[in-house]
């Protein structure tokens, strides 16, 4: 059984714990945040849409996102909303409709009625817009939570420190850690955020909205809240939310539901997504070393791909180790 240590606790360290743990590895998690409030997961949208990241991204990411949804209700079961993706635009901008579908698929065109049906509040505001119906979301505060204690309840340990000393008894380390790996191939894409709290909308599911300067989503969460976000501004600088940054999200939020021009602003944020120069996660090996970098925008939908790989190199590289010795003890 291999024993295994895992730097970090954002998406991508819980889920590799998770995979692992399911194989049989004895497993502990270090991170020095106890609560996880530091890492970019925390500020994530929570989005499982390949169909929709098509736009921007490459197939690649549709590929490893397919299954996502899929993993993350077998592992928490009830966390995840099916109702699909809502892609809209102010009628001056309806043209870059044509644009997003032209480089996506998975989805319908609707007009203004369909869009009354899927969420009545948004009646007579929007002509046209594309349906993505078979894509997700999840609340990632709740899911960060919920699988912490999935994991606590198989066994995995959780450090905030680990010795250096302490560090060479672990027959596989695994890197999970963002910016903090201090990769000089990765930088960093700062991504802001807003939660509104409005009593007057509600929504079903993620709206994204395409603006040609400003193009954001809206996220339902639970008790009248909705994320706003966000922002992608090439730094590494994880200080507070800018003015420019709040009013920019405002300003396309109110152009969604004027309702959101009277909301709470309960909480702004900042994390810092890891990137590679292609935009694209990668799992490497090195001798006994794992990293799982790059997720960039994909966090949750793209950790549960990352972290099988991983999780199979362990195994692989396990049984062939255990086959080896074996042979040479002549059995």
């Known amino acids: 059984m291999a024993n295994v240590l895992v730097k970090g606790a954002g998406v991508a360290g819980l889920t590799v714990a998770y995979e692992l743990r399911m194989r049989g590895a004895e497993v502990t998690i270090v991170d020095p945040c106890e ?177 040609p300067r400003f193009p954001l989503y809206v996220v339902p969460r639970s008790d009248h809240i909705f994320m706003v976000g966000a922002t992608m501004i090439e730094s590494d600088a994880s200080g507070p939310v800018t003015a420019r940054s709040v009013m920019e999200l405002l300003n396309a939020a109110y152009s969604v539901h004027p309702a959101f021009g009277e909301a709470e602003v309960i909480e702004t944020g900042v994390g810092v997504r890891p990137a590679y120069p292609d935009n694209l996660p990668r799992v490497v090996k090195t001798e006994n070393h794992i990293s799982i970098n790059g997720l960039y925008r994909h966090g949750f939908l793209l950790a549960p791909a990352m972290a099988k790989q991983a999780a199979d190199i362990v195994r692989k590289e396990r049984r062939v180790s255990r086959e080896t010795d074996c042979e040479r003890a002549g059995l």
């Open 35 to 211: 609560n996880g409030n530091s890492t970019a997961s925390w500020y994530a949208g929570g989005m499982l849409a390949p169909w929709c990241e098509r736009e921007s991204a490459e197939q690649a990411i549709v590929d490893l996102g397919l299954s996502a949804a899929d993993w993350w209700e077998e592992v928490l079961p009830g966390l995840v909303t099916r109702k699909g993706t809502l892609v809209i635009a102010p009628a001056r901008d309806v043209k870059e409709l044509d644009r997003f579908a032209a480089r996506t698929s998975g989805f319908v065109r609707i007009g203004e009625e369909a869009i009354s049906l899927l969420e009545p509040d948004l009646n007579g505001l929007f002509r046209k817009g594309l349906f993505f119906e078979r894509e997700a979301h999840l609340t990632p505060r709740r899911v960060l939570t919920e699988l912490k204690a999935v994991l606590a309840a198989l066994g995995v340990q959780f450090e905030t420190e680990i010795s250096a000393t302490k560090t060479s008894d672990f027959e596989w380390i695994i890197n999970c850690t963002g910016m903090a790996a201090a990769d000089p191939a990765l930088r960093g894409v700062r991504g802001e955020m807003l939660l509104l709290r409005s009593k007057d909308i509600a929504l079903s599911r993620p709206l994204r909205l395409i603006h």
